[in-house]
């Protein structure tokens, strides 16, 4: 049988994050070492208890720590996604006083301490911005080599959802992304091409209810905010579920499509600031931009070659499938 994969869970929840909580919790292709929690779709203190709400609800064991980390951006002002998951960060739902405390340590050195005591085998799975993964390489750059790689929801090759260029991830803090995508290590970027194709639409939303436990009710109740904002917005007929594409291809990596791209980051433009430049035909490499005037000392770090494997397409009942599987875990 295949080991399961080591994964520190860094996440901003988020109606999406919350449901890739619920499914690495339980199923056994993933062993979660850690829930790391950042700022990013509602400020640190809410981002932070509605982990604590979500890994209690999924039945969580107090040996997987739930670390609080870095409250705003490293550079950028913050930007919130209150009008996507409401004033809590995760409206819909009601918990119960979480089971589960928040650790003592902050998540940038949770995650190093992790990191460092490993044998090189911890993926991480960011859904959030990336600024605890960023902080974490600059406050000690060795736990990069201790990186199997890195599986994270952000960006887009195509079109953004905060700006017309931007995902909202990556435009939360682009110059985290900046050092995440130019860190050396294996990168799987889940972006927004293919995670609109995966969306919870009411048939899905009542397959996964009729299971019939308690993590399936939260799932429906969930999704069912998610999705009328989702459609007051968009006009969608069911909201995207980002974030878990992530947890689904580490289960089943055969229900996504990757491709070899070169991924940058711009930090400085106007119009494009926090776009994920995704080299989708290999133009630079076919005798492009890659000069060494180019590269001169002191300019931003740029890879010179593909740093990412890009998510392109993905199985979307497949996808469903995964879902409604992991959820079947929990039982009755």
């Not at 992304?177 to 969306?199: E, Q």
């Amino acid at each position: 049988m295949t080991r399961p994969v080591k994964i520190i869970l860094d996440c901003d929840p988020g109606h999406d994050d919350a449901v890739a909580i619920l499914m690495a919790a339980v199923h056994p292709a993933i062993e979660l070492k850690a829930i790391t929690v950042v700022a990013g779709n509602q400020t640190i203190e809410k981002t932070t208890r509605n982990a604590l709400n979500v890994a209690s609800a999924s039945g969580l064991c107090a040996n997987v720590p739930v670390a609080s980390g870095m409250t705003r951006p490293i550079v950028r002002e913050q930007v919130t996604a209150g009008d996507i998951h409401g004033a809590s960060g995760l409206d819909g739902p009601t918990f119960a006083p979480p089971s589960i405390s928040l650790d003592p340590r902050h998540a940038v050195d949770l995650m190093i301490e992790i990191l460092t005591a490993s044998d090189g085998d911890i993926t991480l799975v960011p859904t959030g911005p990336l600024s605890n993964v960023a902080m974490a390489l600059r406050r000690e750059p060795r736990i990069a080599e201790k990186i199997e790689k890195i599986v994270l929801m952000g960006g887009a090759y195509q079109l953004g959802n905060v700006t017309p260029s931007a995902e909202f991830n990556i435009y939360a803090d682009p110059e985290a992304a900046h050092v995440v995508f130019t860190c050396g290590r294996p990168i799987v970027m889940m972006g927004l091409d293919i995670t609109r194709k995966v969306r919870a639409t009411p048939d899905v939303i009542a397959r996964v209810r009729s299971l019939g436990n308690p993590q399936a009710a939260l799932f429906s109740e969930m999704m069912e905010f998610f999705a009328r904002v989702q459609r007051e917005i968009y006009g969608w007929d069911g909201p995207p579920l980002h974030d878990p594409t992530t947890i689904a291809w580490l289960i089943d990596p055969g229900c996504v499509e990757l491709r070899r791209m070169k991924v940058e980051v711009e930090l400085r433009g106007d119009l494009c600031y926090g776009r994920t430049s995704c080299d989708f035909f290999g133009l630079e490499d076919a005798g492009g931009n890659q000069s060494a005037e180019f590269l001169t000392k002191g300019a931003l770090a740029r890879p010179a070659s593909p740093n990412a494997q890009v998510a392109v397409d993905v199985d979307a009942a497949r996808f469903w499938d995964i879902v409604y599987e992991t959820f079947s875990l929990y039982g009755k």
